[in-house]
Each structure stands twice: as structure tokens, then as C-alpha cells.
């Protein structure tokens, strides 16, 4: 266990739905960071979050949000989903504040879009 | 923003070879440049990481070497084994900034065989 915990493990839902992927943080790590992981796409950052703020953006569709809670736990909300977007999202965190950039994974969600 | 290209992209080895994975990065500000390690179906986890102000770090059989003029980095991992077979990405990020997320290079596929 690596301490970031993502929930649900395995998604499956149909075009146009919306679905929200949850992350909680290793204790005491300020920043969620947001990835996708398709085939052949490597791991494509999506958004990160610093103590509730957002602190950067990738390449994050418009029809995606996200956000950080008061208690640091981070939702990754998809809508009006395509079949595109199935793929691995992976939640990670890290404590930059402490000066480790390192991150720690989650084990990721698998979003399945039928 | 930043890029980091790798290559190659897979990677076939004899068990006991060594084997090398070169990135590049395009963001001379970038000084953090992490390498994870993903088995299939996992998630990806730190395996080694080096920062500007080093030119090589070694751990064991693995060993990252970085170039800041010619912004490249390379792993070295020597007397391979067959669980060193997954996937291994490189990234690189400004480090002490929370505004500034890891971007991964597109992955290499190393498969070692006994």
C-alpha cells in the first residue's frame, strides 16, 4: 500500500455520462496530482493541487474538473464522457512543501467508456 | 511548458546485459529529474531520481546520469534480470515550486529474457 488511495478501482459507464474519481493523499502530502494513462500515450498530466488551490494545468479537456478538498482528498470529475476517454487515471501525491518532489501513485482507476 | 522525449521505446535485453534509456528535456529551467518504474497492471513507482547540481547518482544496478548543457538524462541499469522487465519512464520538473508538476516522457518497454 502506498498510501494514496484512489477509489474505484474499475469504472465502467456509457458515452455522455459523468463519473467522479477520488483520491486521498499520503498523510501529510499538500499536493494531489492528476494523470491519464492511455496506451501508447505514456502518463499525461492533468491538473495539481496545492492545499485546495489549483497550482497547474496540463492538457486537461474542458469537459474535465477537479478539485482539493479542506481535507486534502482530491475529486477528478469527467462529463460528457467519449469513448476516448477510457484510460488509467492515476492520483499522486507528494510533499513539495518538505522538499520532496518525488510522487507516490495511487493504484489508478480504470475507466472503461462503452 | 516543458517536453521530455525517451527513447527508445522498447527494449529487448539478455538477462546479464546492461541496458540504456535516454531522455530529453526541452525546459532549461527544469532541475528534477525522477525515473519510475511501472509493472503491468501497477502503479508506477520511484526507482531513482538525480538533480541538477549532480552529474550521476547510483543505486545498486541502477545508475541515472544527467547532462544539463546538452539537457539529457540516461538510465543505466547493468546485470539485468527478467523482473526488471515493466515499463520505465523518465520526467523532469522545476523542484521547490508547487506550481510545477513532473512531466513523464512517453515510456520505454524493456523486456529482459533468461
Known amino acids: 500500500d502506498s498510501g494514496v488511495t484512489q477509489t474505484p478501482k474499475h469504472l465502467i459507464t456509457a458515452t455522455g455520462q459523468r463519473v467522479t474519481l477520488r483520491c486521498s493523499p499520503r498523510?501529510?502530502?499538500?499536493?494531489v496530482y492528476w494523470y491519464q494513462q492511455s496506451l501508447d500515450q505514456g502518463l499525461q498530466f492533468l491538473i495539481q493541487?496545492?492545499?485546495?488551490?489549483?497550482?497547474a494545468k496540463g492538457n486537461i479537456l474542458e469537459r474535465f474538473s477537479a478539485q482539493q478538498f479542506p481535507d486534502l482528498h482530491s475529486e477528478l470529475n469527467l462529463s460528457s464522457l467519449e469513448l476516448g476517454d477510457s484510460a488509467l487515471y492515476f492520483c499522486?501525491?507528494?510533499?513539495?512543501?518538505?522538499?520532496?518532489?518525488?510522487?507516490?501513485f495511487g493504484s489508478g482507476t480504470r475507466l472503461t467508456v462503452v | 511548458g516543458e517536453n521530455v522525449e525517451q527513447h527508445p521505446s522498447t527494449l529487448s535485453v539478455q538477462e546479464g546485459d546492461s541496458a540504456v534509456i535516454k531522455c530529453t528535456y526541452s525546459d532549461s529551467a527544469s532541475n528534477y529529474f525522477p525515473w519510475y518504474k511501472q509493472e503491468l497492471g501497477k502503479r508506477p513507482q520511484l526507482i531513482i531520481d538525480?538533480?541538477?547540481?549532480?552529474g550521476e547518482k547510483k543505486d545498486q544496478r541502477i545508475a541515472v546520469t544527467l547532462n544539463k548543457t546538452a539537457k539529457h538524462f540516461s538510465l543505466h541499469i547493468t546485470e539485468t534480470q527478467p523482473e526488471d522487465s515493466a515499463v520505465y519512464f523518465c520526467?523532469?520538473?522545476?523542484?521547490?515550486?508547487?506550481?510545477?508538476?513532473?512531466?513523464f516522457g512517453k515510456g520505454t518497454t524493456l523486456s529482459v529474457s533468461s
Open positions: 520526467a523532469a520538473s522545476i523542484s521547490g515550486q508547487a506550481g510545477t508538476a513532473l512531466i
Open positions: 498523510s501529510g502530502d499538500l499536493s
Open positions: 538525480i538533480r541538477s547540481n549532480v
Open positions: 499522486a501525491s507528494s510533499a513539495i512543501d518538505r522538499g520532496i518532489n518525488g510522487y507516490t
Open positions: 493541487y496545492y492545499n485546495g488551490e489549483e497550482r
